[in-house]
């Protein structure tokens, strides 16, 4: 366990929902008799959503039972992949790519921006436990660099400005379009089509 998930109070339990325990049951009978623990991921990820997107030490005790894992054996899965939070987090985990693409596109100025207008840093959660900033490794959008995942959305072609704006968004309780923030269509050039433009006649 790390020292953030040492340094929480832990609930005493956890136990699924009837709507998620059957979730979980259909997920277990997607692997082979005995193999059952490959369905640890898709359980601990299941459990994070339903506690508030994070994963107290009681949930991954749970998923270990289930799956007949020794307990070690998930809190490794769930220390090594950053997609698993040992803490609590607020309702809204904007998680920024920094990684080379983002960084030539300007990504420190988006950190910096977000930094500003919530009044925390990389790492922290706001007073009102409604935004927590974080640092992320390749999203997979490169060529729509910069851009940041915030809770199971994607948001590219991000700058200064218009990342405070989905922020503000955010805190009317909005939930922004995502995608690119430019304007363009998918990944095609920042200024649009520049061959193909035209379909030569017969």
Not at 5 to 22: C, G, H, M, R, Y
Not at 25 to 40: C, D, F, H
Not at 105 to 111: E, F, K, P, Q
């Amino acid at each position: 366990m790390t020292d953030a998930a040492i340094d929480v109070k832990q609930p005493e339990s956890f136990a699924f929902t009837p709507e998620n325990l059957a979730q979980v049951k259909k997920i277990i009978l997607r692997y082979p008799e005995g193999r059952q623990a490959s369905a640890v991921l898709p359980l601990l990820a299941l459990a994070q959503k339903q506690h508030a997107n994070w994963l107290p030490k009681a949930a991954m005790d749970r998923v270990a039972d289930m799956l007949g894992m020794a307990p070690i054996r998930v809190y490794e899965v769930a220390t090594f992949y950053s997609m698993y939070n040992l803490a609590p987090v607020g309702k809204h985990m904007i998680e920024l790519c920094t990684t080379t693409p983002c960084w030539l596109r300007g990504s420190d100025d988006i950190v910096k921006a977000c930094e500003k207008h919530l009044g925390v840093a990389l790492g922290e959660t706001t007073a009102d436990g409604q935004f927590t900033l974080k640092e992320a490794e390749c999203l997979g959008a490169c060529v729509n660099a910069p851009m940041a995942q915030i809770g199971e959305r994607f948001y590219e072609d991000l700058t200064s400005e218009n990342v405070v704006s989905l922020i503000d968004s955010l805190k009317r309780g909005e939930v922004p379009k995502s995608g690119p923030q430019s304007g363009r269509c998918s990944s095609e050039p920042q200024g649009g089509p520049t061959t193909l433009k035209a379909r030569k006649s017969a």
